[in-house]
């Protein structure tokens, strides 16, 4: 039995909610499609609503990578810092597309949730996968820590994309149409 046995729960937890999650970003991207106003917005979602569905998904991935039946952890942690360092290249692919769309400009907050507080996630993973054989303990923990922060910032942003098309877009276009 390897390391890997005593994280099933919490990885089952994990990967659930990020599964359940996707799902649910699928109807709130839906209902704020329909809204007066969202056409012509496909810059600021690639850069904004895209990462929210691929950090879910990643945590979705990593959910599954660690449970399974792993004979060896090394194994397992070169699967997850590849995830790591592919995340770390879509990252560098975000930042490009947040400077690069013209939709919103991205206050701290964004920067943060979007860009900095991911790609330390990611390179976390990193980190963790060349810790394993000489850390494994803490390097489990860090792949732990790094799927918890990749799910609340998946919260955080699709959180405050609702907010942002329910109180400020939808306030937005109520003035335009009374002008």
């Known amino acids: 039995m390897t390391a890997l046995a005593g994280w099933e ?10 599964g359940a ?10 209902l ?3 809204m007066p106003g969202a056409q012509g917005q496909q810059q600021a979602s690639a850069a904004f609503a895209t990462p929210t569905i691929v950090h879910f998904g990643a945590v979705l991935l990593l959910s599954a990578m660690i449970s399974a039946p792993w004979q060896h952890t090394a194994n397992a942690a070169f699967c997850w810092g590849l995830l790591g360092a592919i995340g770390i ?3 560098i692919i975000v930042v490009h597309r947040m400077r690069q769309q013209k939709s919103y400009k991205p206050e701290f907050e964004d920067w943060l949730f979007h860009a900095l507080l991911p790609l330390a996630a990611y390179a976390i993973l990193v980190m963790s996968a060349f810790a394993i054989r000489a850390y494994a303990n803490a390097a489990l923990f860090a792949v ?9 910032i998946g919260i955080h942003n699709a959180w405050d994309a609702v907010t942002y098309y329910v109180f400020v877009r939808r306030h ?3 003035n335009k149409r009374s002008d």
């Open 21 to 30: 999650l996707i799902g649910l970003q699928f109807v709130v991207i839906t």
């Open 9 to 18: 729960n919490f990885y089952v937890i994990v990967g659930s909610s990020a």
């Open 172 to 174: 937005e276009d109520k």
């Open 32 to 34: 704020i499609a329909s």
């Open 144 to 152: 732990a820590a790094s799927a918890l922060l990749l799910l609340l």
């Open 89 to 91: 290249v879509y990252e």
